[in-house]
Every structure is written in structure tokens, then in C-alpha cells.
């Protein structure tokens, strides 16, 4: 369905391959296939509703699936893909959460991994900037879209609305484009992230109203 809808919108070519970002096997075939492919870019975004998992899955089982799709895989992909994009001057487009940012309750694996996530290529990028290695790093940090599976994962228990996702997505894509270092949508996230440290009690209001807490904890 994806690729029917770029074709129609005029792109010459599109590629697709698909890969569960819970094998710790998948991320060198799909990092060979897109470097052959495209080359000099590299756009991140596994998800981990696609397993079946809610995210607040505290087992074993669940905390380990979503550190592999939500940061592992991540780190694994960039590994690989690192030495092309260095030689070539590229770029990473890592989609992220706000939950990456500002913690919230009923979702602590979940929040963990993209924690994790954020200081892995905020780090990345430091290492990159003193070494003088032009590869760009563009950090997505995107709120709930107008997906099935999203809007299943969260149903009853937030009363936020959903972002239209091809908007979501065109902000993904300016973002890597342009080499932007940091893409916030919907835009009302970016200050909600800088008042995370400076007035937390007004963050932790703001996060309250959009929860049914009631619902959350059952």
C-alpha cells in the first residue's frame, strides 16, 4: 500500500523489504539493502506495537522486546551503516518519542528504551562533531500518529488526539533533508521538552490532563 501511494504521488522508484526488528539478525540484511538501494541516507524507525506488545509490558520477555525493536536494533543498524554514511558524507534520521524526552506514566519499558535511544545518538553525535566525521544526525521526536496499532496501544488510556501521520512523516522528511539536527512534531513538543527541567510540576500537570489514569492502571 506505501509503495502504491509513492508511485502516485509521482516517485520513479521506490523500494521496500520487510524485516522484524526483533531478530537481532534482521538489521544487516535491511542495512545492506539500503545502502545498496539509496546510499548516503539511513531513516531509523522500527516500532514495537507490530509484536503485540502493550507499552507497558514490565516481563522479561516484553522489557527485552522492546529494548531490541526500540533501541538494539538501532544501535545495530547504525553500527553497520556507520563506515558507508562516513564515506559518503550521509545522513541518520532516527524517529523517535516524546516519551524519549519526558517521562510518563503506564509506559516505563517503553519510555526506557527511547531514553536509551536519545543518549545513544546524542552521544554519537559528539563523538562524530570532534572527529570531524560529516555525518548528520537528525533526531524525530514525534507524538502519537493516526495509526491502527498506536491508537490500539493507547485506546482508553489518553485522551490525546492523534497526529495525522503523512504530516508526521513529511516533518521526518524535511528534517533528514535539510540535515536538521532536531524535528518536533507536533511543534508544541519542543516546549514541552525544554520545560522538562526548568518547571516540572507544570510538565507533570500538563501530562496528568491528557492521562486516564483510571483506565491506565487496570
Given at each position: 500500500?506505501?509503495?502504491?501511494?509513492?508511485r502516485?504521488?509521482?516517485?520513479?522508484?521506490?523500494?521496500?523489504?520487510?524485516?522484524?526488528?526483533?531478530?537481532?539478525?534482521?538489521?544487516?540484511?535491511?542495512?545492506?539493502?539500503?545502502?545498496?538501494?539509496?546510499g548516503?541516507?539511513?531513516?531509523?524507525?522500527?516500532?514495537?506495537?507490530?509484536?503485540?506488545?502493550?507499552?507497558?509490558d514490565r516481563?522479561?520477555?516484553?522489557?527485552?522486546?522492546?529494548?531490541?525493536?526500540?533501541?538494539?536494533?538501532?544501535?545495530?543498524?547504525?553500527?553497520?551503516a556507520?563506515?558507508?554514511?562516513?564515506?559518503?558524507?550521509?545522513?541518520?534520521?532516527?524517529?523517535?518519542?516524546?516519551?524519549?524526552?519526558?517521562?510518563?506514566?503506564?509506559s516505563?519499558?517503553?519510555?526506557?528504551?527511547?531514553?536509551?535511544?536519545?543518549?545513544?545518538?546524542?552521544?554519537?553525535?559528539?563523538?562524530?562533531?570532534?572527529?570531524?566525521?560529516?555525518?548528520a544526525?537528525?533526531?524525530?521526536?514525534?507524538?502519537?500518529?493516526?495509526?491502527?496499532?498506536?491508537?490500539?496501544?493507547?485506546?482508553?488510556v489518553?485522551r490525546?488526539?492523534?497526529?495525522?501521520?503523512?504530516?508526521?512523516?513529511?516533518?521526518?522528511?524535511?528534517?533528514?533533508?535539510?540535515?536538521?539536527?532536531?524535528?518536533?512534531?507536533?511543534?508544541?513538543?519542543?516546549?514541552?521538552c525544554?520545560?522538562?527541567?526548568?518547571?516540572?510540576r507544570?510538565?507533570a500537570?500538563?501530562?496528568?490532563?491528557?492521562?486516564?489514569?483510571?483506565?491506565?492502571?487496570?
Amino acid at each position: 500500500q506505501v509503495v502504491g501511494n509513492c508511485r502516485k504521488l509521482g516517485a520513479p522508484k521506490v523500494f521496500y523489504i520487510a524485516a522484524d526488528m526483533a531478530s537481532p539478525e534482521a538489521p544487516e540484511s535491511l542495512v545492506q539493502f539500503a545502502l545498496d538501494k539509496l546510499g548516503e541516507g539511513l531513516g531509523l524507525k522500527p516500532g514495537v506495537q507490530d509484536l503485540g506488545l502493550g507499552l507497558r509490558d514490565r516481563t522479561g520477555i516484553g522489557l527485552w522486546c522492546h529494548l531490541q525493536v526500540n533501541f538494539l536494533s538501532y544501535v545495530q543498524l547504525t553500527s553497520r551503516a556507520l563506515p558507508s554514511l562516513t564515506d559518503s558524507k550521509g545522513s541518520l534520521v532516527v524517529v523517535s518519542s516524546l516519551l524519549g524526552r519526558v517521562p510518563t506514566s503506564f509506559s516505563t519499558p517503553y519510555s526506557a528504551a527511547k531514553f536509551a535511544l536519545d543518549s545513544f545518538f546524542g552521544s554519537l553525535r559528539r563523538e562524530l562533531d570532534v572527529q570531524d566525521v560529516n555525518v548528520a544526525i537528525t533526531m524525530c521526536v514525534l507524538g502519537l500518529r493516526d495509526r491502527a496499532s498506536a491508537a490500539e496501544a493507547v485506546r482508553g488510556v489518553t485522551r490525546v488526539k492523534a497526529a495525522p501521520g503523512p504530516k508526521a512523516a513529511l516533518a521526518v522528511i524535511r528534517g533528514g533533508a535539510t540535515r536538521a539536527a532536531g524535528v518536533f512534531y507536533p511543534w508544541r513538543f519542543h516546549l514541552l521538552c525544554l520545560l522538562r527541567r526548568w518547571l516540572p510540576r507544570p510538565r507533570a500537570w500538563f501530562i496528568r490532563q491528557d492521562l486516564n489514569v483510571t483506565a491506565a492502571a487496570a
